[in-house]
DNA sequence: ACTTTGACTATAA
DNA sequence: GTTATAGCCAAAG
């Protein structure tokens, strides 16, 4: 009897749950940390979304974090990368057009998780 | 157990 | 338009 799981022993549940959201981030579009966070049901751990994905590194499947930017459209996390110019790259492969570390028409290209 | 950190966001000046 | 400051919360040290 499994009496020694007080709540949900898995440490990174946070983190996994970051990711089951970015694996839903469609081709071509992008969101936010704030609206994954939002998505989670802690609006205001948009940071633990930025944090997981620094533990994203090495997960199977490849997570999308390339689509995932800050509320200004910015690439704030470019430099997490193997090198600073791949998630621009990434993300102008998906038709999604990166000027200056800025995504073009980031409001058009946003996409927010559905609940 | 306490302190620091961080790929954020909102508000104020 | 920009820059500064505070709030936020879980993971890592």
């Known amino acids: 009897m499994m009496k020694k799981n007080k709540h949900q022993n898995q440490s990174d549940?946070?983190?996994?749950?970051?990711?089951?959201?970015?694996?839903?981030?469609?081709?071509?579009?992008?969101?936010?940390?704030?609206?994954?966070?939002?998505?989670?049901?802690?609006?205001?751990?948009?940071?633990?979304?930025?944090?997981?994905?620094?533990?994203?590194?090495?997960?199977?499947?490849?997570?999308?974090?390339?689509?995932?930017?800050n509320r200004n459209g910015l690439l704030t996390g470019k430099h997490h990368f193997s090198t600073p110019f791949e998630m621009r790259e990434l993300l102008n492969q998906e038709g999604v057009d990166v000027i200056n570390d800025q995504v073009v028409d980031f409001k058009s290209k946003l996409w927010i998780p559905d609940l």
């Not at 970015?22 to 992008?30: A, E, F, H, Q, T």
């Open 13 to 69: 549940h946070f983190f996994q749950l970051v990711y089951s959201i970015v694996y839903l981030i469609p081709k071509g579009k992008v969101t936010t940390y704030g609206a994954i966070a939002k998505c989670l049901g802690a609006p205001k751990s948009s940071r633990l979304v930025g944090y997981a994905m620094n533990n994203c590194h090495g997960i199977i499947p490849k997570v999308p974090a390339h689509r995932v930017v």
